[in-house]
């Protein structure tokens, strides 16, 4: 169901306000991102812009901000320095296309197979993140061209406003709630900065945002098969990276809020955004975690303070980008602090000793190749990192119990999963040279997993054949029997039939 805003004026006041808010923290990041991928600000800009409409409007994650991201921004570098704006707008069109199919193919579920401890490292990667790009903000150009550390008074203004914005959004809340602290923040400290002179850094001193309403154009690019073997690779990056940053900000704050997004529509809205962001001159974009964290903390809820985040910064763009040129850096950096504060998970630190150490060993890890690649690599690396130490700790349980019983067969338990990572375990279980001429193996405590289990069965097969004897598979689950079935040929082995539980017919080799 559609809902634009909250039921009560107070609620309606919280979306608008909140969304005044995160538009205000939506500049420096939009600007700072366009100059990593090589555009102009306003390209920053009207992504920022439109993706955070569309995808607040037409999203599964109300209360989410989408927007410009540094995750996307490098992946777009060399495709700007190789081939020009134009290819990316075509990238982002194709990419938009690409997480439409993801959503309408239902992919978005998926995102529930990422471990926790992928989670965890994710979210204190992406901390970590935000907290190093905020430090470009302490350098100053030196006379040679090189950056340098603020020293001197410059730099202690700039810690002094900083400390002072987070103050006071840290102290507001505890004496009102009735108005946004980090917007408190942002007009307080910027009013102080006008009044008394201060002599610090501005929004303005990143780039001009004054600009006119976005103009729709179809990308400037051949349309040829050539083209598309440019735009392609990049596509399809920008679109994994973009849903994979988007589902998981949606996974966070449903843990906030306590509530769920729909993760298939979230695909759909981010795809129906970008792709319409490259018609409007923009670079695209997906979830921004510390925006999102920003409104949420904010009061923002529902699509209205997405909507509105989105609509008061097309407002600066067309009619306020002098004042908004005025707002000091220090009051965003602060704001962003805060994020970081926030966003880190304090609590992994302390459990860090208490869990198995494959999920530490996961959760730093993902933490640690957030930082130096980006997130899809991280998850990615993460998922299979946890997959593989799951396949290693259950291929060691698998085990039998074997006794006769009383017409001389061989009667195997079998306890275990039997999947590509036990196989090997399983075949050195068995001895078709010394077992009896008939042999039953009791699959009640354990499952055939997949093709390997297979192979691995038809191999233990063989080899009671060549010694002349039988082998027989008992409680097949219908899952596996199922398998087997589908096997054909492959598999030589009787499956029987137990009075008690009718698990299969005879399959006869």
């Known amino acids: 169901m559609f809902q634009l805003g909250s039921n009560s004026r107070a609620g309606f006041k919280d979306e608008i306000l909140s969304g005044l808010t995160v538009a205000l923290a939506l500049v420096p990041e939009a600007v700072a991102f366009a100059f990593v991928a090589g555009v102009e600000p306003l390209v920053g800009l009207y992504a920022a812009f439109m993706v955070g409409l569309l995808a607040a409007t037409f999203g599964g994650r109300p209360g989410m901000i989408s927007g410009a991201t540094g995750a996307m921004a490098v992946v777009m570098v060399s495709l700007v320095a190789d081939h020009g704006v134009e290819y990316l707008f075509a990238a982002v069109v194709l990419t938009g296309i690409i997480q439409i199919g993801a959503g309408v193919l239902r992919l978005g579920k998926y995102i529930r197979i990422v471990p926790y401890p992928v989670m965890l490292g994710f979210v204190n990667g992406l901390a970590i993140v935000i907290f190093l790009a905020q430090l470009q903000h302490f350098q100053v150009f030196s006379a040679t061209g090189d950056h340098e550390w603020m020293s001197g008074s410059t730099l202690w203004v700039l810690f002094g406003?900083?400390?002072?914005?987070?103050?006071?959004?840290?102290?507001?809340?505890?004496?009102?709630?009735?108005?946004?602290?980090?917007?408190?923040?942002?007009?307080?400290?910027?009013?102080?900065?006008?009044?008394?002179?201060?002599?610090?850094?501005?929004?303005?001193?990143?780039?001009?945002?004054e600009g006119g309403f976005p103009v729709f154009h179809v990308p400037l690019v051949p349309f040829s098969w050539e083209t598309l073997m440019i735009i392609l690779p990049y596509a399809v990056i920008l679109a994994a990276v973009g849903l994979i940053e988007s589902l998981l900000t949606m996974s966070l704050i449903d843990d906030v809020t306590n509530t769920r997004g729909r993760g298939n529509r979230e695909c759909i809205g981010q795809g129906i955004a970008n792709t319409t962001t490259g018609f409007f001159g923009g670079m695209g974009g997906c979830a921004m975690i510390g925006q999102s964290m920003i409104n949420i903390n904010s009061g923002g809820r529902q699509r209205l303070s997405g909507i509105s985040a989105a609509l008061f910064l097309l407002i600066f763009i067309l009619f306020a980008s002098k004042l908004i040129e005025a707002i000091p850096l220090a009051v965003l950096i602060g704001v962003m602090f805060i994020v970081v504060i926030g966003t880190f998970e304090w609590s992994s630190l302390r459990i860090i000793r208490k869990i198995p150490p494959t999920d530490a060993f996961v959760l730093v890890l993902v933490s640690a190749v957030t930082v130096m690649t980006d997130l899809a690599v991280a998850v990615v690396v993460g998922v299979v990192v946890s997959a593989l130490a799951f396949a290693w700790e259950h291929a060691k349980r698998i085990n039998v119990k074997g006794y006769d019983d009383d017409n001389g067969t061989r009667i195997y338990e079998l306890n275990g999963p039997l999947f590509f990572g036990s196989v090997k375990n399983f075949m050195e279980l068995f001895n078709p040279e010394n077992d009896p001429d008939e042999v039953i193996i009791e699959f009640q405590n354990s499952r055939v997993a997949d093709h390997s289990a297979i192979e691995a069965i038809d191999s233990l097969a063989e080899k009671y054949i060549k010694a002349g004897k039988s082998l027989h598979l008992r409680h097949l689950s219908p899952e596996c029997r199922q398998l087997l079935k589908n096997a054909g040929d492959l598999v030589e082995v009787n499956v029987l039939e137990d009075p008690r539980y009718h698990v299969a017919d005879d399959q006869l080799a």
């Open 161 to 209: 406003l900083v400390a002072a914005t987070m103050a006071i959004i840290y102290f507001l809340p505890k004496l009102t709630k009735a108005f946004p602290s980090s917007l408190a923040a942002i007009i307080i400290i910027s009013l102080l900065v006008i009044w008394f002179d201060i002599d610090t850094n501005t929004v303005g001193d990143l780039a001009s945002i």
